[in-house]
């Protein structure tokens, strides 16, 4: 069994770079399909988003802070999507599901409908310390990783 196991990610590691290729594209494009609404949705639409920062207890402005959450999903989705400043828009993307997360749960929707902004959290937090793999323009640009 351990020699199978030791085979199977041996032959996946080959592949680093491209999983992490197609796993930039289908999150960073499905949070740009999510955040472009939100963008164009205008003062209403982003003031309705922006309460959920009456959660921590911050009321001013709401559609400001509702149109920086549709930036954060469409502007980091593209950045990320795309490989550039890829780590700062993990994190961004990171903060944004959290808040998200947060309000949910703190408006008493349960985890049955909190969990996705969790597990998306959760997924940008760990692909900023994975980085963005070879095939990004952070790396073509030369912020590359330090070999293994």
């Known amino acids: 069994m351990n020699y199978f196991l030791q085979r199977l990610a041996r032959t996946l590691s080959k592949y680093r770079d491209s999983a992490l290729l197609i796993f930039r594209i289908g999150l960073g494009g499905a949070f740009m399909w999510h955040g ?3 963008i164009i949705g205008g003062p209403e639409k982003w003031s309705g988003l922006g309460q959920a920062m009456a959660t ?3 009321e001013s402005a709401p559609a400001f802070w509702g149109f920086m959450s549709g930036f ?5 989705g593209l950045l990320f999507a795309l490989g550039l400043f890829y780590r700062l828009a993990s994190l961004l993307l990171f903060f944004n599901m959290m808040i998200a997360y947060m309000s949910q749960m703190a408006a008493d929707k349960g ?3 909190a969990s996705q902004s969790f597990e998306d ?3 940008f937090f760990a692909a900023a310390f ?3 793999g070879k095939y990004s323009l952070d790396y073509y640009f030369g912020t ?5």
Not at 72 to 76: M, N, P, S, T, V
Not at 144 to 148: L, M, P, S, W
Request: glycine share 20%; no cysteine.
């Open 36 to 38: 472009w609404p939100k």
């Open 56 to 58: 921590f207890g911050i």
């Open 72 to 76: 954060a999903e469409f502007g980091g």
């Open 111 to 113: 985890f049955a409908k």
């Open 121 to 123: 959290g959760l997924s």
């Open 130 to 132: 994975i980085g963005p």
């Open 144 to 148: 590359k990783e330090n070999a293994d």
